[in-house]
Every structure is written in C-alpha cells, then in structure tokens.
C-alpha cells in the first residue's frame, strides 16, 4: 500500500510530509531511516520493511502511527479506495484527530495518567522526545520509553479510534 500513496511508488510526497511533519524521527540524517524528503514511496516501503526489531520497538510503532496517519487522511495519501480496501477508515482530517487515553502512561506525555490526547499530539510528543544523533527516546529513560511504547502499540492495534 506505501506504493500506492499519491498514485506511484516514485511519488515522493510521503517522505517530505514526514520529514516536515516529524523532523527528529524522519527528516533527519543521522535517525535509522535518514532524512526521508524526497525519498519516494518505493524506498520508503523497503526502509520499513527492514527495520531491525531489537526489542525496543518504539521507533516502528512510531512509524506505523505516522503511516496510518498518512493513509487514512485523504487529502494526503490520495488513496482513499485502497486504504479503505485494507480496513483504513479514511475520512477528510484522517485519524490524527481522534483521541486516545493515554491510560497509566501519562508521564511520558507529561499530563495525568487517564487523559486523552489527539493521535497527533502523541506522535508529536514522540518526535520531541527522540534524539535522532544517539537514537534514544526520552532521554534513555526506559520506564517514558516503555509508557510511549504502549500508547503507540494501542494506538496502531486499536486501528479506527473514535
């Protein structure tokens, strides 16, 4: 489906919207992926498929959050039949609006345990709080590590928030 997005795998649109959008963990050089501008979908696709899963998967589930972001969004992805075609509920503003209960992992947002927040707002706090240069989130901090790492996975396992 990544290259789908914008009607080709050569489009490029993806990368430049998550380079923009989430600088520390695509649009810069020295992250595992590189600085996705201008990437096309096609090298996009291959660079997700093989990320290494050393166990600390924040950095894929992060990803995975921006993808559905961008798929299910029609105003970018121009992919709304075949997002909709792999169980994507596409809609105009897409799922970055929808809100998730960060439930007892709040500190990683700085906010009480049991606030909801924007889909959004969790990917950009995220991207805040990853250092592209020595690749940690939060510092190294694995208890905010671990609380952001479950947000993102019951974000990306909950699929069509409401």
Same mark, same amino acid.
Not at 29 to 56: C, E, R
Not at 73 to 94: D, P, Q
């Given at each position: 489906?990544?290259?789908?997005?914008?009607?080709?795998?050569?489009?490029?649109?993806?990368?430049?919207?998550?380079?923009?959008?989430?600088?520390?963990?695509?649009?810069?050089?020295?992250?595992?992926?590189?600085?996705?501008?201008?990437? =096309?979908? &096609?090298?996009? #696709?291959?660079?997700?498929? %093989?990320?290494? !899963? +050393? $166990?600390?998967?924040?950095?894929?589930?992060?990803?995975?959050?921006?993808?559905?972001?961008?798929?299910?969004?029609?105003?970018?992805?121009?992919?709304?039949?075949?997002?909709?075609?792999?169980?994507?509920?596409? =809609?105009? &503003?897409?799922? #970055?609006?929808?809100?998730? %209960?960060?439930? !007892? +992992? $709040?500190?990683?947002?700085?906010?009480?345990?049991?606030?909801?927040?924007?889909?959004?707002?969790?990917?950009?706090?995220?991207?805040?709080?990853?250092?592209?240069?020595?690749?940690?989130?939060?510092?190294?901090?694995?208890?905010?590590?671990?609380?952001?790492?479950?947000?993102?996975?019951?974000? +990306?396992?909950?699929?069509?928030?409401?």
């Amino acid at each position: 489906m990544i290259d789908s997005f914008n009607g080709a795998s050569k489009a490029t649109a993806l990368g430049n919207w998550l380079a923009l959008n989430f600088s520390n963990l695509f649009g810069n050089a020295s992250d595992p992926v590189g600085n996705l501008a201008g990437k =096309t979908n &096609a090298q996009i #696709a291959a660079l997700y498929a %093989n990320l290494p !899963n +050393n $166990g600390d998967t924040n950095y894929i589930q992060a990803f995975a959050v921006a993808l559905g972001i961008y798929a299910d969004t029609s105003s970018l992805s121009g992919t709304s039949r075949l997002a909709a075609e792999y169980g994507f509920k596409v =809609t105009i &503003a897409g799922f #970055a609006t929808a809100t998730y %209960n960060v439930g !007892n +992992n $709040g500190a990683a947002f700085g906010v009480p345990n049991g606030t909801s927040l924007s889909v959004w707002t969790i990917l950009t706090t995220v991207n805040t709080n990853y250092n592209p240069a020595t690749r940690l989130f939060y510092g190294g901090s694995s208890t905010l590590s671990s609380d952001a790492n479950n947000v993102l996975i019951g974000i +990306n396992q909950t699929g069509g928030i409401s």
